[in-house]
């Protein structure tokens, strides 16, 4: 796996992790989410390097202008509830992708901090051939990553697989990258070194679905 970590050269992405990790900033809940989706622009971005381009010919009032075009046929697959906004910011520069979702949660176990990732919900276009983007913004442990990567089998083989996240913690690297090959992305905006015994990255920024839309009832 191709790991990108953004923040490795400081950039203006340095304020929005910042805000989004801050304990005050982060409790105005259209802030953090307009964050989120800042860094899933940013991400975009720098992903869209990655991709095949074209050359096409464009008309001008003036004359013409040649200029090479993104060709990649490209998926967005988010998992819900959490990974809304960071969908929105990719979606912003993918102006024509397709798009995909799955809904997953962590089922805990009786009295136990162990969880295993339950998918209930998937909705998801053909992906044979298609640049598919699966978008988390929390890799924590990476499960879930791997889960909705292996939900989305049945739908056909893409032709490259990008991965984008917020922020990820250094274990959850690890487990994605046994799970997915050589040739796949990760574009990351932070790497933390620690999960706690609950699955939460630290210093991590809290639950991101949480901080986007409000605290849910456990059930
Ligand atoms: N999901 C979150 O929202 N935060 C974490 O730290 C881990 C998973």
Not at 46 to 74: H, W
Not at 117 to 143: F, R, S, W
Request: aromatic share 8%.
């Amino acid at each position: 796996m191709k790991i990108h970590n953004i923040s490795e050269q400081n950039s203006i992405l340095n304020t929005f992790i910042s805000e989004i990790r801050d304990v005050d900033i982060q409790k105005d809940r259209m802030r953090f989410r307009r964050n989120i989706e800042r860094i899933g622009e940013i991400l975009g971005y720098e992903l869209s390097k990655a991709l095949s381009f074209g050359s096409s010919q464009i008309k001008t009032p003036l004359g013409s202008s040649s200029i090479d075009l993104i060709a990649n046929d490209v998926v967005l697959c988010s998992i819900l509830r959490a990974g809304i906004p960071l969908h929105n910011g990719l979606l912003n520069y993918f102006d024509s992708a397709e798009n995909a979702f799955i809904s997953a949660y962590r089922h805990h176990s009786e009295n136990s901090d162990d969880f295993e990732i339950i998918v209930e919900y998937l909705a998801c276009p053909d992906l044979k051939n298609k640049t598919l983007i699966l978008a988390d913004p929390m890799l924590a442990t990476g499960q879930s990553m791997v889960t909705a990567f292996e939900a989305l089998k049945p739908y056909g083989t893409p032709k490259e697989v990008h991965l984008v996240s917020a922020i990820g913690a250094q274990e959850g690297l690890e487990y994605v990258e046994k799970h997915f090959g050589k040739d796949v992305h990760l574009w990351i905006a932070a790497i933390d070194e620690n999960l706690n015994e609950k699955g939460y990255i630290v210093p991590g920024l809290g639950d991101a679905g949480d901080l986007s839309f409000g605290e849910k009832l456990q059930h």
